[in-house]
T-cell receptor, first 114, second 111 residues
Framework: DAGVIQSPRHEVTEMGQEVTLRCKPISGHDYLFWYRQTMMRGLELLIYFNNNVPIDDSGMPEDRFSAKMPNASFSTLKIQPSEPRDSAVYFC????????????FGPGTRLTVL | SQQGEEDPQALSIQEGENATMNCSYKTSINNLQWYRQNSGRGLVHLILIRSNEREKHSGRLRVTLDTSKKSSSLLITASRAADTASYFCVPNSGGYQKVTFGIGTKLQVIP
């Protein structure tokens, strides 16, 4: 398996623009997580899905952030409009109920908002 | 979910030495996991120890768990420069797949 795939790996955009981050989880995994990592706040869980359904989005910072999972093999995290304070590395991870609690992380998307 | 607290926050050792990191948590768990994050990369799962286990080995890694003290330790023997990374412990109480990460221990292995 190719592991969790994220795109793009790097994104530079200007304040006010819409940003869409993409994630393809490991095939067969039924949980998907979106995290944000910054030096100041460390690794924060933003939202997670189970069987494509959002379970807990309490970590989503504000209404500018939205996440979808239209099917088992694809998820997006959208920021509209983006702000400089959104600059961070965004990770997607997936896991399987059958394999216990281990999460498998993607390589991350480094977002810079100018 | 609960968050583990890693100690020390930073550790610097010479290559070949052993590195020990500690983790404390607050409530009872089903298992505890350790993850590693190399700079600029995603987290990688290292090892999982269940609540009924006291010690577990994987290659140069040794993990201990003391549920009475609500603590765990990760020992890396004969460290290498490639072990330079941040290490996170994740106590899992079960019921959900949601886990929470602390600030980790930043390990630097000097060649």
């Amino acid at each position: 398996d190719a592991g969790v795939i994220q795109s793009p790996r790097h994104e530079v955009t200007e304040m006010g623009q819409e940003v869409t981050l993409r994630c393809k989880p490991i095939s067969g995994h039924d949980y998907l997580f979106w995290y944000r990592q910054t030096m100041m706040r460390g690794l924060e869980l933003l939202i997670y899905f189970n069987n494509n359904v959002p379970i807990d989005d309490s970590g989503m910072p504000e209404d500018r952030f939205s996440a979808k999972m239209p099917n088992a093999s694809f998820s997006t995290l959208k920021i509209q409009p983006s702000e400089p304070r959104d600059s961070a590395v965004y990770f997607c991870a997936s896991s399987s109920t059958l394999q216990g609690d281990t999460q498998y992380f993607g390589p991350g998307t480094r977002l810079t908002v100018l | 979910s609960q968050q583990g607290e890693e100690d020390p926050q930073a550790l610097s050792i010479q290559e070949g030495e052993n590195a020990t990191m500690n983790c404390s948590y607050k409530t009872s768990i089903n298992n505890l996991q350790w993850y590693r994050q190399n700079s600029g990369r995603g987290l990688v799962h290292l090892i999982l120890i269940r609540s009924n286990e006291r010690e577990k080995h994987s290659g140069r890694l040794r993990v201990t768990l003391d549920t009475s003290k609500k603590s765990s330790s990760l020992l890396i023997t004969a460290s290498r420069a490639a072990d330079t990374a941040s290490y996170f412990c994740v106590p899992n109480s079960g019921g959900y797949q949601k886990v929470t990460f602390g600030i980790g221990t930043k390990l630097q292995v000097i060649p």
